[in-house]
């Protein structure tokens, strides 16, 4: 018998994390904001990501990443 084992790369959340160098996000989304995430920074996380996000290009990739850092209590600047 034999598998496959495929390895994926970690969650958006994990990334915008890192980015920001923040611990964690707010713990009230839509109450509180975390802090912010500019463009540029959405756009290298969407780079580093492409390949796992269900998105043809880089620019639904950052709409994706957004999506997530607006659902982290991050507010997402332009």
């Known amino acids: 018998k034999s598998f496959s084992f495929e390895l994926k790369m970690p969650p958006v959340s994990y990334f915008i994390k890192q980015e920001l160098k923040i611990k964690s996000g707010s713990n009230k989304p839509g109450h ?6 500019s463009q540029v920074q959405l756009k290298t996380i969407a780079k ?4 796992d996000l269900n998105a043809d290009t880089i620019e639904a990739a950052m709409l994706q990443v ?3 850092a607006r659902s982290m209590g991050l507010e997402v600047e332009g």
């Open 48 to 51: 580093k990501k492409m390949k």
């Open 66 to 68: 957004a999506g997530s």
């Open 32 to 37: 509180e904001v975390a802090g912010s995430i």
